[in-house]
């Protein structure tokens, strides 16, 4: 049982790069989240999904888009990257609703870089 | 606008002391207040969580107290270890939402 998977580890872009994080989990959770870690800033939430084929926004989700096709994956694409999107990604999932007593688990995180 | 404001943003503890962070919160519609720790290149693990219908949880050396009518709730850790030397941070929710809105981290340094 690997849990939560993310790849790349890690990533350097250039201004106007595009690409997608890969992540992938195997407890056959439904819901799955994306977020950004910045420093001093916490976790901020990009995108969420209660399933497949369902997704929405977080609180900040200019410049990404994801798609959920399957239970397992979680795709989050950066189409034009700038340098405000260099941070820490983190995909997560959990059973049912973050509001309930339900874990989210979180992946190890890509570290993205644009410039 | 930050739904959780957490502090100190760090925090150095000698070991055996006690660890304190502190977050406060302002919608009352929250009803669910986990808090994670998150050890260097690794992501977020769930620590220990609490509804607002108790006013303590103590799990091990990890204890949360809440306090309802101050909109604040706060993680003790007894007996602090270098093991234990870690970013927290707490989190809220609440009914029907399908998110968590995270604080802005606490680094704890442990000093053997």
């Known amino acids: 049982n690997a849990g939560v998977t993310q790849t790349p580890k890690f990533r350097i872009l250039k201004i106007g790069q595009s690409m997608t994080l890969q992540c992938t989990q195997d407890m056959n959770h439904n819901y799955m989240y994306w977020y950004r870690q910045d420093p001093g800033m916490g976790l901020k939430l990009i995108y969420y999904?209660?399933?497949?084929?369902?997704?929405d926004k977080g609180e900040v989700p200019n410049g990404y888009n994801v798609s959920r096709s399957t239970t397992e994956d979680f795709p989050l694409r950066l189409e034009l990257a700038a340098p405000s999107q260099t941070s820490v990604y983190f995909c997560a999932s959990s059973l049912l609703p973050a509001s309930g007593l339900y874990e989210q688990y979180f992946g190890p995180g890509t570290r993205l870089t644009v410039t | 606008q930050q739904q959780v404001k957490q502090s100190p943003q760090s925090l150095i503890v000698q070991k055996g002391g006690i660890s304190i962070i502190n977050c406060a919160y302002e919608?009352?519609?929250?009803?669910?207040f986990p808090w994670y720790q998150q050890f260097p290149g690794k992501g977020p693990a769930l620590l220990i969580a609490i509804r607002p219908d108790v006013s303590e949880k103590k799990e091990g050396r990890f204890t949360i107290s809440f306090n309802k009518s101050a909109k604040q709730f706060s993680l003790h850790i007894m007996d602090s270890q270098p093991g234990d030397s870690a970013t927290y941070f707490c989190a809220a929710s609440r009914p029907g939402a399908n998110n968590l809105f995270f604080g802005t981290g606490t680094r704890l340094t442990v000093i053997p």
């Open positions: 919608n009352t519609a929250f009803d669910y």
């Open positions: 999904s209660v399933g497949a084929g369902i997704t």
